[in-house]
């Protein structure tokens, strides 16, 4: 089983603010990094460190910490927004990568 | 501009092998970890292992579920990296990604298209 727990399913009317939880006690030691992926397509990282954003992924996108929860927050959600989204990190013993089990988010 | 294109996905009936490959190019392969990532069919993402670079001596991570039968090398002089698998199960039928390790961060910043790994009699 994961040891990061996600929501299965989230959603968000265009436009409004959505928060994307991911909860693991490896949360408060490692910092967590966040991956879009679309229907049969490949994943691409969102977020990842403390709060960084890569190249081309807009600042609508951001990511906080709180104890063993990590979020990913969007700000003023967009059609293309639409996605599973998953966060990985360490896990307990900190020399291997674990995913969660996704969140399907969508823009109504 | 960073490329990573997986090959050598196939049928294979439980308890047999195969071996995956990745070719990357566009960046200097040999200063970064490569992991693969795998998806079966409709659901999520699971990491199954890495190999860092020469600097931490080609060191392998998997993760339990196949510790013991994959095993993950690499080959600088060809950009490649290969994912041999062993003892197949249908468990381990998915999609296989080779990604790349962003320096430093953990953050998987490329990723291959995957190859098809079906395990079925």
């Known amino acids: 089983s994961s040891e990061l727990t996600q929501d299965p399913a989230v959603s968000v009317v265009l436009g409004q603010t959505v928060r994307i939880t991911c909860q693991g006690d490896?949360?408060?030691?490692?910092?967590a990094t966040w991956y879009r992926q679309k229907p049969g397509q490949a994943p691409v990282f969102v977020l990842y460190?403390?709060?960084k954003r890569p190249s081309g992924i807009p600042d609508r996108f951001s990511g906080s910490y709180s104890g063993d929860t990590t979020s990913l927050t969007i700000i003023g959600a967009q059609a293309e927004d639409e996605a599973d989204y998953y966060c990985?990190?360490?896990?307990?013993?900190?020399?291997?990568?674990?995913f969660g089990g996704g969140t399907r988010l969508t823009v109504l | 501009e960073v490329e990573l294109v997986e090959s050598g996905g196939a049928l294979v009936q439980p308890g047999g092998s195969l071996r995956v490959s990745c070719a990357a190019s566009?960046?200097?392969?040999?200063?970064?970890?490569m992991d693969w990532v795998r998806q079966a069919p409709g659901k999520g993402l699971e990491w199954v292992g890495r190999?860092?670079?020469?600097?931490?001596?080609?060191?392998?991570e998997y993760d339990a579920s196949v510790r013991g039968r994959f095993i993950i090398s690499r080959d600088d002089s060809t950009n490649s990296v290969y994912l041999q698998m062993n003892n197949l199960k249908s468990a381990d039928t998915a999609i296989y990604y080779c990604?790349?390790?962003?320096?430093?961060?953990?953050?998987?910043?490329?990723w291959g298209q995957g190859t098809l790994v079906a395990v079925s009699s």
């Open positions: 990604a790349r390790e962003h320096s430093g961060d953990d953050a998987f910043d490329a």
């Open positions: 566009g960046f200097i392969f040999s200063d970064h970890y």
């Open positions: 190999i860092k670079h020469k600097y931490n001596s080609y060191h392998t």
């Open positions: 490896s949360l408060r030691s490692y910092y």
């Open positions: 460190g403390k709060d």
């Open positions: 990985k990190s360490r896990d307990s013993s900190g020399n291997e990568f674990v």
